[in-house]
């Protein structure tokens, strides 16, 4: 691809969907009979999600939620702007958060007590990435992918200002300076 700025590959595609089949071993195991809500948090996670479902043979429902905490640059805000909200039933349903990249964890975090809140039969957290150096709250990972070192990495979903989300593979991000 013909982007201008520095990116090597941190996790190749074939690295992802290898990782991923192995989610979905776990996955299948623990949901099989359960009828899940998978829930996405957007924008980052949408090609993990598309990705995952089809490695599950088994009923589920998706559900999406769009958060943002970054606005423009590398570091997270701390805080939480709610686009779109948990507007349909969970109570009484297995629900499974489904992200991209835990970082500090407060999303996720953020997003689990919501679902508590509204009385979820069992609330877990599947995340294809993690940092875990930058974790400030402690967040259970149920299904836990690859480990990130504290880079920025973009591709696979995520982005730096919107860019990138179209890159097959994790890469680390250096901006020309
Ligand atoms: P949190 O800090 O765990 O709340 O992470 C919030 C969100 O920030 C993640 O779900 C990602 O969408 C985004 N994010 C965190 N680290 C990175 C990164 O290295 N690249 C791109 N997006 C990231
Ligand atoms: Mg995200």
Redesign the pocket.
Known sequence: MTFTDKLSVLYSRDEIASKIKLLAQDIKRDYRDKNPILIS?L???FIFMADLVRELDFPLEVEFVR?S??GKG?K?S?K?EVIQGVTFEVENRHVLII????????????LKDILIEKKAASVKVCALSS?PS???VP?DIDYSGLI?PD????GY????NQKFRNLPDICL?EENK
């Open positions: 948090i924008k980052g996670s958060f905490s970054y590398k997270s701390g939480i992200d991209d990249i835990v970082d500090s964890g407060l999303t996720c975090k953020f940092k930058q974790h400030t967040v990130v880079k920025f990495v973009v979903g995520l982005d730096f991000l």
